[in-house]
C-alpha cells in the first residue's frame, strides 16, 4: 500500500518540469510549492485537495464594508474568511434591518452607518444568497469608520466620532472596541 504525503501550504513539492502549478500551488525560481493543504498526486503530477468553502450560518460573526445605506437597510459586502476560495459559499453580501441596527431606537439608517464604514455584525439567517445581519448588541457595530467629507479615519470622542483633519463631528453605531485594537488592514 502507497503512503500519501500530506502537503501544507509553503511545503515543497518538485522541481517545475515534473510538477505543474495549478490552483493549489505556486512557482517560485522553477521550484513547485503547495499554496493549500493536500495530498501529493504523483500521477497527476499535482495535488489534490478536498476542500470546502465556508458554510455560513446563523450565530456566525462576520465582518464587511457598508456598501449602500438606504432608510430601512444597508447592504454590506462581507469580507471573506482566509478559505481556499476566499470567500464564503455562495454569500457575497449582507443586510442589516433598521430594526436590526441597534437595541436603541434608530429613525434610519443612515443615523447608523456610512457608505465605507467596516462593520462586525452577527449572522441571525441566511436568506439565499444574502445573510441577515445584526449589530444590535455592544460588541457588533462599526469598527473603524472615515469622515464623509474628507475620508480620514474618524477618532471616538464619546459617544460621537470626529475629524482629526476637518473637525467633524459624526454619529454611527459603534461597536464597543471601535479602533480599540489598533491599525485594521483590510
Do not use: W
Not at 437597510?73 to 436590526?100: M, N, Q, R, T, W
Amino acid at each position: 500500500m502507497e503512503e500519501k504525503k500530506v502537503l501544507l501550504p509553503g511545503d515543497h513539492v518538485g522541481p517545475g518540469e515534473v510538477y505543474a502549478e495549478g490552483a493549489s500551488t505556486y512557482t517560485e525560481k522553477d521550484e513547485v510549492y503547495a499554496s493549500t493543504l493536500g495530498v501529493l498526486d504523483e500521477q497527476a503530477r499535482g495535488i489534490k485537495t478536498r476542500f470546502r468553502k465556508i458554510q455560513l450560518e446563523r450565530g456566525n460573526v462576520v465582518y464587511g464594508i457598508v456598501m449602500s445605506v438606504f432608510e430601512n437597510f444597508a447592504i454590506l459586502g462581507i469580507l471573506p474568511e482566509k478559505s481556499p476560495e476566499g470567500k464564503y459559499a455562495g454569500i457575497p453580501d449582507g443586510k442589516i434591518l433598521v430594526k436590526f441596527a441597534s437595541k436603541e431606537y434608530t429613525r434610519s439608517m443612515r443615523d447608523a452607518f456610512k457608505v465605507g464604514d467596516l462593520v462586525r455584525a452577527k449572522v441571525t439567517d441566511v436568506d439565499g444568497d444574502t445573510a441577515l445581519l445584526t449589530t444590535a448588541y455592544p460588541e457588533y457595530g462599526v469598527i473603524k469608520a472615515f469622515c464623509s467629507r474628507d475620508k480620514t479615519p474618524l477618532v471616538k470622542q464619546g459617544r460621537d466620532l470626529a475629524c482629526p483633519l476637518c473637525k467633524g463631528i459624526e454619529r454611527r453605531k459603534l461597536a464597543n472596541d471601535y479602533r480599540a485594537f489598533g491599525k485594521i488592514n483590510l
